[in-house]
RNA sequence: CCAGUUGGCUGGAUGGCCGCUCCGUGACGUGGGAAGUGUGUUGCGUACCGCGAUUGCGGGGAGGAAAGUCCGGGCUCCAUGGAAGCACGGUGCCGGAUAACGUCCGGCGGGGGUGACCCCAGGGACAGUGCCACAGAAAGCAAACCGCCUUCCUUGGAAGGUAAGGGUGAAAGGGUGCGGUAAGAGCGCACCGCGCGGCUGGUAACAGGCGCGGCACGGUAAACCCCACCGGGAGCAAGACCGAAUAGGGAUGGCAUAUGGCCUGUUUCCGGGCUGCCGUCCGGGUUGGUUGCACCAGGCGUCUGGUAACAGGCGUCGCAGAUGAAUGGCCAUCCAGCGCGGCCGGUUCGCCGGUCGUGGGGACAGAACCCGGCUUACAGGCCAUCUGGCGCG
RNA sequence: CGGAGCGUAGCGCAGCCUGGUAGCGCACUUGUCUGGGGGACAAGGGGUCGUCGGUUCAAAUCCGGCCGCUCCGA
């Protein structure tokens, strides 16, 4: 069906949340709760995705928002805040994240004065903890499941994680 | 050297890895497509014009307050015959600047400071009304509680005079001195204050003499108010355009017509409620998208006019455009500055400067249509200016 | 973005317009009534009036500037 795409579909097509509407719906959903973030997941339904994806080239992408509230702080706190979530999702998400997934990061008071790595390691097990099991390789995960658009993972990359991802 | 005053500038630097957005330009893909070309026809397709979760290169990318939203404008829509008035709101010494302002500049007056300098909603209280608690004898066309003085009379009181003294109060109806008096008093005089008139200087606010008055005219207008001037309302979420699904409106064509159709009380009986169906077109319109949207009271340099705010001439530059909201994330080194400790030097014994080690580490804060201001927040650093004090020559 | 309002005792509110004494209810403390509790009654304590300035003789009140909160419209 998706025939014309790139050999390797190691990486997962990232979209943005842009609407209140998909944060209120992704609030519904699970959330784990980090000293440095809190996450919340919601499955989108199959519908929903054929429609999102009318014109595009990937029908049911992993998609993701940030969240810092008022109480944080004022708007240069939130705004640091928002960026920092975003770098560390943009690092974790790929290697970690699901299709057909929303995302909602929310900041806290301690996202700015955690250090980086650790707020990397917050990311990653909070989405261990809202997938609900032990963490698998996104391949293991995602070929038995629907995932129309990684199908055909490659099964040797679960062995090697964190090998070079961008292959182009 | 120390302590201050005023004005202005600045708001960490360099490098590495990984990113975001806009503009330009090419590649690639894709759509249209002059010319050209093929053909019986559909076509192929250069230049060119679009589009893009693709990609290369080049360039731009937060602030002095972007903040608070307290004023003033531009711009947009709505309302509106003109003018004046009323109501409401705002402003309030004088002159100037400005598109305009409650802003700025220069003066004046008052207050503070040794001084440089700073602060002031700073019109009108004989247009009117109101209020001035408590205390106090008395608080608004003044008034006699104590006291002082005179007279009368039985040691104590009565009558009268008196605002110098006591006491109350935020405020007691000019102040100080001399004279004067029974004691006193603007009762008289000098100076100061106040009021009135006129003169001189100044565009004016106002200032300085002069003459007269003989003290009456307290405060409060950020109390009502009076006077002068200004103000139509709303705001880029303004406004314009495109516009899917669903529901509803209008026009029109066809079909169906009631013993019908749909919903409902679980079904029947028996009841209740609602009602034409399909197609086409039109207009309104929510999520959303495009636009408005960045070249203008513009910045910088210089000259001229002006005390200045500012204005004019010439030259030069192009300077953010996001929309769950970009302008960054991580790391390293360095430089200012800070704390602690050691050493050296100076000292007005408060401290200051230099150097070494160590710790920790960047202030306030993020454009949202755009400008001019105000207000508020801010680690520090730099430059200029003037004042006061001390020391030396 | 625009508009409106509020901040007073532990809590909920008056007082502000028209400036001089901050009050009400619940709660709290003490006492009495009761064998005790509850309850009633009586007495009492407790407030930088959000904050910083200004006007005034005098400010919770009037006028500005900040801070915090709530509501409304699109």
Redesign the pocket.
């Known amino acids: 069906m998706i025939g014309g795409k790139p050999p390797i579909l190691d990486i997962i097509?990232i979209?943005?949340?842009?609407?209140?509407a998909e944060?209120l719906q992704a609030a519904r959903g699970k959330r784990a709760a980090m000293p440095g973030l809190v996450l919340q997941m919601r499955v989108r339904s199959p519908v929903n995705a054929r429609t999102s994806?009318s014109q595009?080239?990937?029908p049911d992408?992993c998609r993701v928002?940030?969240?810092v509230t008022k109480k944080v702080g004022?708007?240069?706190v939130r705004?640091?805040a928002?960026?920092?979530l975003r770098?560390a999702a943009?690092a974790i998400l790929p290697r970690y994240g699901l299709p057909g997934r929303d995302y909602v990061v929310i900041g806290r008071a301690g996202t700015l004065t955690r250090?980086?790595a650790l707020l990397l390691g917050d990311l990653e097990r909070a989405l261990a903890k809202v997938h609900g099991r032990t963490h698998l390789s996104p391949a293991a995960i995602s070929a038995p499941g629907s995932g129309p658009g990684s199908g055909p993972v490659t099964a040797e990359s679960e062995t090697h994680p964190d090998d070079d991802r961008r292959k182009s």
């Open positions: 097509m979209d943005r949340l842009t609407k209140r944060f994806a595009g080239h990937d992408p928002g940030f969240t004022n708007a240069v705004n640091r928002k960026r920092r770098a943009e250090p980086f």
